[in-house]
């Protein structure tokens, strides 16, 4: 920060065959407050925004949500997830 400022930055990755366990993807964390994982899985699935759930991150989380929101989302997540886990095996 520079005299009370701050500078946002949104960098780009993109993964080598969908690694998101490398060493970029991984450390990207550590220079923002969070990472999307887009999908190209989802995409060609007709889902937009491609963005996989269940890997994309945020530091800020629930703290900056009101408690309906967090009680809503919570719920939601749980149940996308589930979905998501029983539509690989169907």
Do not use: C, H, W
């Not at 780009?12 to 450390?27: F, L």
């Not at 550590?30 to 945020?58: E, M, Q, R, W």
């Not at 900056?64 to 690989?88: C, H, R």
């Amino acid at each position: 920060m520079l005299e009370g400022k701050s500078m946002t930055t949104l960098p780009i990755v993109e993964t080598q065959s969908g690694d998101v366990s490398a060493y970029i993807p991984t450390n990207v964390i550590s220079i923002t407050n969070g990472k999307i994982f887009l999908s190209a899985d989802l995409f060609n699935a007709g889902i937009k925004p491609a963005i996989n759930v269940g890997i994309s991150v945020s530091r800020v989380g629930s703290a900056a949500q009101i408690k309906a929101m967090k009680q809503v989302a919570g719920k939601s997540k749980l149940e996308l997830a589930q979905f998501t886990e029983l539509e690989a095996f169907a």
